[in-house]
Antibody, heavy 122, light 107 residues
Framework: QVILRESGPALVKPTQTLTLTCTFS??????????VSWVRQPPGKALEWLAL???????YYRTSLKTRLTISKDTSKNQVVLTMTNMDPVDTATYYC??????????????WGQGTMVTVSS | DIQMTQSPSSLSTSVGDRVTITCRAG??????LNWYQQKPGKAPELLIY???SLQSGVPSRFSGSGSGTDFTLTISSLQPEDFATYYC?????????FGQGTKLEIK
């Protein structure tokens, strides 16, 4: 059974750095078809893809947030970490991590964590 | 970045109706198009991948079609549990992008 769980602070102050951890089980990020993505959703708004890290440690980022985001993995701990610097109230959202299957013919976010709500406020 | 545009943004429908949601990509994405369903307070769930392949466990009343820039999600006979928001997403190239969502509401 594949499970992903996000963890991190529920509240951060403006200008602070947010660190979120995705802890997963049921698959290995050292397998060639596997990646993990982060996706967020501001309250009442649409989904926004943020970042992806693949089995080969290649990293990809949302264009508008590229300078603020860092994604990393610890394969031995089955964890993926996302950091976002200089947080602003507009970054208030539910943050999801999702397993990303990429077999060359298609790729999709097939399993999602339950999400963690992050509020940015002083 | 590839822009994804869904229509309609919302739809008032009834149980038993046939529903079609459209998604248009800003450039050709071949068949790299996925559909997700999201219910209030829950994480999205994958329904359709590669434009027309049904994810395991998803009821056969859901189907997807299209390639290039124009795609559709069809629900053949709407069930009470299908009232939710649906998103398309292109996986052709990073940065991956989602449509703005289509909310199905009970008429």
């Amino acid at each position: 059974q594949v499970i992903l769980r996000e963890s991190g602070p529920a509240l951060v102050k403006p200008t602070q750095t947010l660190t979120l951890t995705c802890t997963f089980s049921g698959f290995s990020l050292s397998t060639s078809v596997m990646s993990v993505s982060w996706v967020r959703q501001p309250p009442g708004k649409a989904l926004e893809w943020l970042a992806l890290i693949d089995w080969d440690d290649d990293k990809y980022y949302r264009t508008s947030l590229k300078t603020r985001l860092t994604i990393s993995k610890d394969t031995s701990k089955n964890q993926v970490v996302l950091t976002m610097t200089n947080m602003d109230p507009v970054d208030t959202a539910t943050y999801y991590c999702a397993r990303t299957l990429d077999n060359g013919a298609y790729n999709a976010f097939d399993i999602w964590g339950q999400g963690t709500m992050v509020t940015v406020s002083s | 970045d590839i822009q994804m545009t869904q229509s309609p943004s919302s739809l008032s429908t009834s149980v038993g109706d046939r529903v079609t949601i459209t998604c248009r990509a800003g450039q050709s994405i071949s068949s790299y198009l996925n559909w997700y369903q999201q219910k209030p307070g829950k994480a999205p769930e994958l329904l359709i991948y590669a434009a027309s392949s049904l994810q395991s466990g998803v009821p056969s009343r859901f189907s997807g079609s299209g390639s290039g820039t124009d795609f559709t999600l069809t629900i053949s006979s709407l069930q009470p549990e299908d009232f939710a928001t649906y998103y398309c997403q292109q996986s052709y190239i990073t940065p991956y992008t989602f449509g703005q969502g289509t909310k199905l509401e009970i008429k």
